[in-house]
């Protein structure tokens, strides 16, 4: 993973606000970026550079966590569980240090061929970082998932970060990281943080200022101004996705998939792009697109708002739905959505 770092960039100078968000238009840099076969990387002198997962259970404020580390919105969020579902990366660079985070999906019991992928892109991520991030729900004790997590981590033989997440909500969060703290005892020093991703950036700088100091000498694995490995496609079909998870109930968001088939750019700036919103079922079907089309419609509006905010600019964005049963068991499908 360290080697090489391929494929579309996704690069944007936009600041998450709370409110009315304003963001500068997002750019994506095309060239495959190969690091020790780049001149512009090699010729870096005195630079600092790795890879710092975020790991937890589901639910606890990772994806909110790295929005806020870069300052942009690269990784979908809703109140749901498991809403992750790849190792996506976010990339943050100052003048002579370059992190790149991985956001891997709560660790959990697996019911499912799409559950055994999550688990395995936390296990693949955990084998090749510099540093490990542990976010915990401080409004609650352990769980049997937490435990999980720290069995998993707890000897691994890297700079490690406990982060008790949601002190704003939590009653007593010094006795619930006190409980934390012990599901490490043996594994040696680590760092510790308590703080509220969604509502305390200065805590969140602290964190950022903390890993930046811990990253070995290294160039630059992305260029300058990336803030994300995936490519627009990518990163609009996981805005669809976020909002379509918002929006259906019980269990039929997590049988719902994305993707983006096509985007164009008009010479007046409108961007027009065309998706899917992948179900298992016929029956899941109407679900989602509703009585007279009114659930699709306010997972389409939602979605384009979204998309509208981050582009800066007009959006027609087109979706259908479409039944590939039993996909979440099926590897062929899986590979063919992105889960590989």
């Given at each position: 993973m360290k080697e090489a770092a391929y494929g579309c960039l996704f690069s944007c100078a936009c600041v998450l606000l709370r409110g009315n968000t304003r963001a500068a238009r997002p750019?994506?840099?095309?060239?495959?970026?190969?690091?020790?076969?780049?001149?512009?990387?090699?010729?870096?002198?005195?630079?600092r550079a790795g890879f710092v997962a975020i790991v937890g259970k589901p639910n606890v404020g990772k994806s909110t966590l790295l929005n806020n580390l870069l300052g942009?919105?690269?990784?979908?969020?809703?109140?749901?569980?498991?809403?992750?579902?790849?190792?996506?990366?976010?990339?943050?660079?100052?003048?002579?240090?370059?992190?790149?985070?991985v956001d891997t999906p709560g660790l959990h019991k697996p019911k499912?061929?799409?559950?055994?992928?999550?688990?395995?892109?936390?296990?693949?991520?955990?084998?090749?970082?510099?540093?490990?991030?542990?976010?915990?729900?401080?409004?609650?004790?352990?769980?049997?998932?937490?435990?999980?997590?720290?069995?998993?981590?707890?000897?691994?033989?890297?700079?490690?970060?406990?982060?008790g997440n949601k002190t704003d909500a939590a009653k007593y969060p010094d006795e619930a990281m006190k409980l934390y703290r012990e599901l490490l005892d043996g594994r040696g020093e680590f760092n510790e943080l308590m703080l509220s991703a969604q509502n305390n950036p200065g805590q969140v700088q602290i964190l950022r200022d903390q890993l930046l100091a811990e990253l070995p000498a290294?160039?630059?694995?992305?260029?300058?101004?990336?803030?994300?490995?995936?490519?627009?496609?990518?990163?609009?079909?996981?805005?669809?996705?976020?909002?379509?998870?918002?929006?259906?109930?019980?269990?039929?968001?997590?049988?719902?998939?994305?993707?983006?088939?096509?985007?164009?750019?008009?010479?007046?700036?409108?961007?027009?792009?065309?998706?899917?919103?992948?179900?298992e079922k016929q029956a899941h079907k109407g679900m989602v697109i509703g009585a007279g089309g009114k659930q699709l419609r306010e997972i389409g509006q939602a979605a384009r708002k979204q998309l509208e905010v981050f582009l800066?600019?007009?959006v027609y964005l087109g979706l259908e739905v479409i039944v590939i049963p039993g996909w979440r068991e099926d590897p062929e499908a899986l590979r063919e959505l992105g889960y590989e």
């Open positions: 750019v994506w840099h095309n060239t495959p970026m190969t690091v020790f076969n780049n001149q512009e990387f090699n010729n870096q002198e005195s630079t942009v919105k690269v990784a979908p969020i809703s109140p749901r569980p498991q809403t992750t579902r790849k190792g996506l990366r976010g990339i943050y660079t100052t003048d002579d240090a370059q992190i790149v985070f499912d061929a799409m559950g055994k992928y999550m688990n395995n892109e936390i296990a693949t991520a955990l084998s090749d970082v510099d540093g490990i991030v542990w976010v915990v729900d401080l409004r609650h004790p352990p769980t049997d998932e937490d435990k999980m997590v720290a069995r998993q981590i707890r000897d691994l033989p890297k700079p490690l970060t406990l982060v290294n160039p630059f694995f992305f260029p300058r101004g990336a803030s994300s490995d995936q490519s627009r496609e990518m990163w609009a079909a996981e805005i669809i996705r976020e909002e379509a998870m918002k929006k259906l109930r019980d269990e039929l968001p997590y049988a719902v998939a994305t993707r983006v088939n096509s985007w164009t750019s008009r010479d007046d700036g409108l961007q027009r792009i065309e998706g899917e919103i992948i179900v800066n600019t007009k």
